[in-house]
């Protein structure tokens, strides 16, 4: 018998979490998406003057967020818990597979059908686009810039679900996660509540919104439907803040999940 | 060799809204199965099988207590490697074909894609899966899950093999099968742990028991020694329909089947019981020392509570 390398291991982990998902017939939401951005990209056409570009961007990556944002959720709340309760990790984790390999893998497996599902919808919106404006402008590069951030924060999502799948149950991880998600959408404005406290009520206040994933960075859809840039800096420090808050997450789901006894 | 060595494995559970009540699923438990046998672990539901067998898989995590397989820990994954496990009444991704399946467990183990392939089609094969290889394991019925369970434990040649009640859910060709299968991975030289509650797969497969009950190791040892044990008793039976006067005076039972007479009486009463029938003309057949069978030390053992280890015993 061959030995078999921990990244090896982890990529055919990740490809049948994907392959799950395809079978399970996740992907079937681009139909739906298509379908809207269809109908909104006619529909623009027909009504708005001069705004259809900022609607379309608008009404698109929103789309793509929420989208995706539902699948992380619905998906990554069922990587751990759902295999316990089908019993399907008794057999996976007496191969020679470590509980770390299997929570990354299930990690990478679904953030790349994130991925694949965001290419698609991505030249749904550019589709739309070019059908509401005749042409590519050079201020569309900054919703590939959006369309990325979106990424990361399903990147975050997705790394949440797993940590809220690794301890408690599938609604109550779907309750967390959705909260979280919400509550990080408004994270700017939990740090502004808690500029304007004093004593100890600042101190929560101030230790929860950075405790909370800041999901109001990542959101540029308004500035670039109106065709303003992105800063650099502002890439390079998304990328680093959802990168440490992923590995934070996925690194919890896992101390968790070594411990944890499958009855 | 030692394969599985079990060193005071131990489990208690916390109940209870609190989680301050204690429940003892598994008391200390020590236990050696040695290379190239077929170890039976019997008991009633609820004694503590499968929290032991899932313990040595690492599935669940002992309170106090140890165990090596093959001298290994067991979160090593070169030990993992050496071992296949068919956990009670499987279940599997069910999105996925029979070859599907045993092909991305072949990979976890590290078997190349090449040979990976004609391992997993002699594998079906063995198990009486060829024709369904390529159906989707949501439409397989429970005996069909129960062969890809044991397919994917023997699917890369493991050294040990553990089986959580093998013969569940089979019917009686199903579970002639894997019993035949079972003596042929002891041929290859293969060890068998498996646990189970039909005590006649355990006599006619085993080369030892261990016998648990609510969590306590009740007795271990070789299953001829187990049922070799003479109660001083012997069986005789006879042609005809009719029993000697005298041995009616004796208050045995006779059972009278088509034209033979049946009757158990003390080693005492042997020689003036085979003079009787002598006398009386009637043919003896046979005279044989009643042996205790496994379901008797079975049953002596779940009422007695009494720790009993026999002869050759590895632990």
Avoid at chain 1, 73 to 83: A, D, M, P, R, T
Avoid at chain 1, 168 to 174: E, G, H, V
Avoid at chain 1, 225 to 233: I, K, L, M, N, Y
Avoid at chain 2, 120 to 139: I, M, P, W, Y
């Amino acid at each position: 018998m061959n030995s078999n390398p921990m990244n090896f291991r982890i990529a055919h982990i990740a490809t049948n979490t994907f392959r799950e998902a395809v079978r399970d017939h996740v992907l079937y939401n681009l139909i739906a998406f298509a379908l809207l951005m269809s109908g909104a990209a006619i529909l623009v056409g027909q009504i708005s003057f001069g705004i259809e570009r900022l609607v379309v961007i608008n009404l698109g990556l929103a789309s793509v967020s929420l989208f995706g944002t539902v699948i992380a959720i619905f998906i990554g709340i069922g990587l751990v818990s759902k295999e316990i309760d089908k019993r399907t990790l008794y057999t996976m984790l007496t191969h020679p597979v470590r509980r770390w390999e299997f929570i990354v893998g299930k990690f990478v497996g679904l953030s790349g059908t994130l991925v694949v599902n965001t290419f698609f919808m991505a030249i749904g919106v550019f589709a739309a686009l070019l059908y509401v404006s005749r042409h590519f402008q050079k201020a569309d590069v900054w919703v590939l810039v959006a369309l990325y951030f979106i990424i990361l924060q399903f990147l975050i999502i997705t790394a949440l679900a797993l940590l809220f799948s690794s301890f408690s149950s599938p609604l109550l991880s779907a309750v967390f996660a959705f909260s979280l998600f919400i509550i990080g959408s408004f994270s700017e404005d939990l740090r502004g509540f808690a500029a304007m406290t004093n004593g100890l009520a600042r101190w929560i206040t101030t230790g929860a919104a950075y405790l909370v994933p800041n999901f109001s960075a990542l959101n540029v859809i308004s500035s670039v439907a109106h065709q303003q840039p992105v800063a650099g800096h502002l890439i390079l420090y998304n990328t680093a803040y959802a990168l440490l808050y992923t590995t934070m997450a996925i690194s919890g789901a896992v101390l968790i999940f070594e411990r944890r006894n499958l009855k | 060799m030692t394969a599985i060595e079990i060193l005071g494995f131990e489990k208690t559970y916390s109940v209870g809204f609190w989680r301050k009540k204690q429940k003892c699923a598994l008391k200390p438990l020590h236990l050696q199965v040695q290379e190239g046998e077929i170890f039976g672990f019997l008991g009633p539901n609820g004694a503590g099988k499968t929290t032991t067998l899932k313990m040595l898989m690492g599935l669940v995590f002992p309170t106090a207590g140890t165990a090596r397989i093959l001298g290994m820990q067991l979160d090593d994954p070169r030990m993992k490697a050496q071992i296949g496990f068919l956990p009670e009444q499987p279940y599997f991704y069910d999105y996925l074909t029979a070859r599907e399946l045993l092909e991305y467990y072949g990979q976890l183990s590290g078997m190349p894609a090449r040979s990976g392939h004609g391992r997993v089609n002699e594998t079906l094969e063995r198990v009486g899966l060829s024709h369904a290889s390529d159906v989707q394991l949501r439409k397989f019925s429970k005996g069909m899950l129960q062969r890809v369970g044991i397919a994917q434990a023997i699917l890369h040649d493991p050294k040990i093999v553990f089986f959580d009640e093998p013969m569940s859910g089979l019917d009686p060709m199903g579970r002639r099968e894997v019993r035949d299968l079972m003596a042929q991975l002891k041929r290859d030289g293969k060890t068998v742990f498996f646990s189970t509650h039909i005590l006649s797969d355990a006599e006619s497969l085993c080369d030892r028991v261990a016998i648990i009950h609510r969590g306590e190791l009740r007795g271990v040892g070789a299953v001829a020694d187990l049922t070799s044990s003479v109660q001083g008793k012997v069986e005789i039976v006879w042609q005809g329909t009719v029993a000697p006067a005298g041995m009616k005076a004796w208050g045995v039972d006779f059972h009278v089947t088509g034209k033979t007479v049946r009757c158990v009486v003390t080693e005492d009463q042997q020689d003036a019981a085979i003079e009787m029938l002598r006398r009386d003309r009637l043919r003896l057949i046979s005279v044989i020392p009643v042996r205790t069978s496994l379901e008797d030390y079975f049953v002596s053992k779940l009422k007695t509570g009494k720790m009993e280890a026999h002869a050759g015993v590895g632990s």
